[in-house]
């Protein structure tokens, strides 16, 4: 077995598999219900499902070129949230395709709506453990960026295991990217910014491109409701960005 098949998710001496998330109410509002079930069917992806209804079936594949209807480069945002950032991002590159995934639906719901009122041709949506998707859905070599901006922090001792960056998520991601592909990562939690670079510099498949420093602002990144909580909060910003071998 690869590093990648391996690495997540870790198991928890119960023998559940650990989680980066704790699935919040799938509960929705009138107006995010009436998106779901409108918008849905146009954005997104028809998930094959393992046991739980957040996974992936290791035998689904989704070919890029396929989903979007045409061949451009593919940008991945993982945990996307309410999709403030993928569709800005989306709207200022056309010339790229944009999929986002979430396991949270009320956030997914919001995203929905923003695509459509944006008249957006380039973005797709995923409800799924972002795990999965790299291990399972997306082909091999197929992400020319991969982005995580800010992840769950888990700050709590006891939780931080759960953290998506973590031992063996370098291997999953850098299967998916490209050779000379890119990940970009931002937190607003300075320890987790510091397991992120200890994890990736870590990371045989990975080179930093700012070593032993932190990268500048990615001022592709729009700044989101929550970049600007965090810092009227007093948190800094702290950027990573790595990149595979070519
Ligand atoms: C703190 S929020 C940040 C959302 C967004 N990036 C932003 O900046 O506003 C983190 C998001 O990641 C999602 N998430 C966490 N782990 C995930 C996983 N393994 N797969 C998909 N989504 C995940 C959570 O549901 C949550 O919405």
Redesign the pocket.
Same mark, same amino acid.
């Given at each position: 077995m690869s590093d990648a098949e391996t690495a997540q998710p870790e198991q928890h001496p119960s023998h559940r598999p650990i989680?980066?998330?704790s =699935? =919040?109410s799938g509960r929705l509002t009138e107006g995010q219900l009436n998106s779901w079930n409108t918008l849905g069917p146009k954005y997104l992806v028809d998930v094959e499902r393992a046991e739980l209804d957040?996974s992936v079936s290791p035998s689904f594949r989704v070919d890029p070129a396929e989903l979007f209807g045409r061949d451009a480069p593919l940008i991945v945002?993982? %945990?996307? %949230?309410?999709g &403030? #950032?993928v569709v800005a991002a989306a709207a200022e590159h056309p010339e790229w395709n944009f999929l986002a +995934? &979430? +396991?949270?639906v009320a956030?997914l719901a919001r995203t929905l709506r923003r695509i459509e009122d944006a008249g957006l041709p380039n973005v797709r949506l995923v409800e #799924?453990? #972002? +795990? &999965?998707?790299l291990e399972h859905m997306l082909p091999a070599g197929s992400i020319e960026e991969l982005?995580?901006?800010?992840?769950?922090?888990w700050h709590k001792a006891k939780h931080t295991k759960r953290r998506?960056v973590r031992e063996g998520f370098g291997a999953v991601a850098a299967n998916a990217l490209r050779p000379g592909g890119r990940m970009r990562l #931002?937190t607003d939690w300075e320890d987790y910014a510091f397991q992120m670079r200890e994890v990736l510099d870590a990371a045989p498949e990975f080179t930093s491109e700012h070593p032993s420093e932190w990268a500048p602002r990615f001022d592709g990144r729009t700044l989101? +409701?929550? &970049?600007r909580k965090a810092a009227k909060a007093g948190r800094r910003i702290h950027d990573l960005s790595y990149v595979t071998a070519e």
């Open positions: 989680f980066s998330f =699935r =919040r957040f945002e993982v %945990g996307s %949230g309410t &403030e #950032a +995934v &979430e +396991v949270f956030g #799924a453990n #972002a +795990v &999965e998707v982005w995580i901006f800010f992840p769950d922090p998506l #931002a989101t +409701v929550f &970049e």
